[in-house]
């Protein structure tokens, strides 16, 4: 039985929580024992906003030790994992601690606010021997992983083209000050750039253009161009200014020799070149869903982490951080450390 920390219980929190007593349902040897947050008096009552549904809008938790503060936690509970559902500049410091402590971690995306702390909790891991595995769920989105077998197995050849899309209103509070949060390079376009490069490997350089719309948030609106050797043409956009009814979408389209696939966000529509094109046929699990079951697997069967892997999660940080020395240079292209 894998007894389970959750530290955090705003949005990210509650997905994952849902997801915790979905699994618990469905018979894997899993507890959730305690949660903790600096505000948990008030969230245990309250509501937590966030760009896709959770299952509940008020949470009952009077049947879970809850904290205040995760040492307090720790030092009370005995744990197998804590999940990590905290503001992005906590990541490092507390991912680093709680694996020198013995515990395995399931931190949420972005891995950290930049490469070189994401760099020492990959290596904290391998010292420690500890699981670390970060949430960048698109690699565990089914839509995105009927895409990453089109290209690992190259069944409609190479790719030429692509294009990624998301986009939603504001976040709130500590979201749109960058220094916390990274802004919308960091927390939302990173979705995309960690696709990219989880399909396409690490570019060899990179340009974007950005815009602030909101104060101290940082570039809210980007397009991002990544250049790779053999030519393909890969752009991502992202915009954190879309408000009204608009709500939120991700896509992409991706060209290949012999086809193209489109996801519209919801549905997959693949279209070779020579042949009537169809519909993908997808599980309806979500991305949160599928990264908490292979992190719980990894960890009760005592197998590596290989889908995404806290060096190439760290990578990925190295490709944003080219993203934003870019902006701030009014697109001009940037070498990738």
């Known amino acids: 039985m894998l007894k389970i920390g959750l530290v955090g219980f705003g949005f990210m929190g509650r997905m994952h929580f849902d997801n915790y007593t979905r699994l618990k349902s469905e018979g894997y040897a899993i507890e959730l024992k305690a949660i903790c947050d600096i505000r948990i008096d008030e969230l245990k009552d309250g509501k937590a906003s966030g760009n896709m549904a959770t299952a509940q809008e008020v949470y009952d938790l009077t049947p879970y030790n809850l904290y205040d503060h995760f040492e307090k936690m720790i030092a009370a509970e005995e744990l197998d994992i804590i999940d990590l559902a905290v503001p992005t500049y906590l990541h490092a410091e507390m991912s680093c601690h709680l694996l020198e402590k013995g515990y395995h971690v399931m931190c949420e995306k972005p891995m950290a606010l930049n490469a070189e702390d994401a760099k020492k909790m990959a290596e904290t891991a391998v010292r420690t021997g500890n699981k670390l595995m970060i949430g960048q769920c698109l690699r565990f989105w089914p839509a995105y992983q009927y895409l990453k077998e089109c290209v690992s197995d190259g069944r409609y050849g190479a790719v030429t083209e692509g294009y990624f899309y998301r986009g939603s209103g504001a976040p709130k509070g500590w979201f749109l000050d960058e220094s916390l949060s990274g802004g919308c390079l960091l927390d939302m376009h990173i979705h995309d750039t960690d696709m990219i490069q989880y399909l396409f490997g690490k570019p060899t350089r990179v340009s974007v253009l950005g815009r602030n719309v909101i104060p101290g948030a940082g570039n809210d609106i980007v ?33 290949f020799e012999r086809g193209n696939i ?7 529509k693949v279209n070779p070149n020579e042949a009537t094109g169809f519909t993908a046929e997808m599980s309806s699990d979500n991305g949160y869903y599928n ?6 697997n990894a960890v009760h069967n005592e197998q590596p982490i290989e889908v995404c892997t806290p060096e190439s999660t760290a990578e990925t940080l190295a490709v944003v951080q080219a993203e934003s020395k870019s902006a701030a240079q009014e697109g001009a292209w940037i070498t990738i450390e």
């Open 223 to 255: 397009s991002s161009h990544y250049y790779y050797t053999d030519g393909k043409v890969i752009n991502a956009q992202a915009d954190w200014t879309l408000e009204g009814d608009f709500g939120f979408y991700m896509g992409y389209r991706v060209n």
């Open 262 to 268: 489109i996801f519209d966000g919801s549905v997959v």
């Open 291 to 296: 990264e908490l079951v292979y992190f719980l």
